[in-house]
C-alpha cells in the first residue's frame, strides 16, 4: 500500500454530527450525510482509513468507554455495509487540563497510529473541523483538510483572520464528501 493514500479523519464534525454537549451513546451518533458514502468509496479505492478522536467526555465522566466502543462499532459497520472499510480508531480519553501527549493538537494519536501501520506520516492526508486537527496534523507534516460540518465555519473564519499565511496550506471543502470526490480523482 502507499503511504501517499492515508487519510485520518477526526470524528465528531467530520464522520458525524457533533454536539456542545458530546455525542454520548451510539444512539446520538449520527452521521453526516454523506459521509459513509465518502469513506466508503476511499477504502475502496485503496486509501488506509484512520479515525483519530478526542473524547474528552470520558475523562470529565460523561460516558463510559464502553460507550465510545460502541459509536465507533456502528461507524465501522455503517461504513462495511457500503463496501469499505476503517482501519483504525484511535482516541484519547483525556481532560483538556491533563497534558497528555495524546490529545490534539499534540500528534500523539497520530504516532500511535503511525506505529501500528508503519506509514508515513508527511504523506498522509488530514481532515478535520477544528483549528486543533489542523494543528496536529500541521505538526507531522501532513496535507490539512478542513470539512466546514461541525465547528468548520467557526474554525475557518479564526484562522483565516488570526493565521492568513498558514490558512494557505489548509485544502477547505464543505464535507468529507467533497474531500473524497477531490482525493478520488
Known amino acids: 500500500m502507499s503511504a501517499q493514500r492515508w487519510l485520518i479523519l477526526d470524528r465528531d464534525g467530520v464522520i458525524n454530527e457533533d454536539s456542545d454537549d458530546f455525542v454520548r451513546s451510539p444512539e446520538e451518533w449520527i452521521p453526516i450525510p454523506g459521509s459513509i458514502d465518502a469513506i466508503a468509496g476511499l477504502a475502496q479505492q485503496g486509501w488506509h482509513i484512520s479515525v483519530a478522536t478526542n473524547q474528552s467526555g470520558i475523562g470529565r465522566g460523561y460516558f463510559p468507554r464502553s460507550a465510545v466502543y460502541a459509536m465507533h ?39 500511535q497510529l503511525q506505529r501500528r501501520t508503519g506509514l508515513d506520516l508527511q504523506q498522509a492526508h488530514v481532515v478535520g473541523d477544528s483549528l486543533r486537527d489542523l494543528e496536529a496534523g500541521q505538526s507531522i507534516g501532513a ?43
Open 73 to 111: 462499532r456502528k461507524m465501522r459497520r455503517l461504513v462495511r455495509a457500503q463496501g469499505g472499510e476503517v482501519h483504525d480508531v484511535v482516541f484519547c480519553p483525556h481532560r483538556p487540563d491533563e497534558g497528555c501527549e495524546c490529545r490534539k493538537p499534540r500528534p500523539g494519536m497520530f504516532r
Open 143 to 185: 496535507k490539512l483538510w478542513l470539512v466546514l460540518t461541525g465547528k468548520g465555519q467557526r474554525t475557518a473564519q479564526s484562522v483565516k483572520a488570526r493565521m492568513p499565511d498558514w490558512w494557505s496550506s489548509v485544502q477547505v471543502r464543505n464535507n468529507l464528501a467533497e474531500v473524497a470526490r477531490e482525493l478520488g480523482r
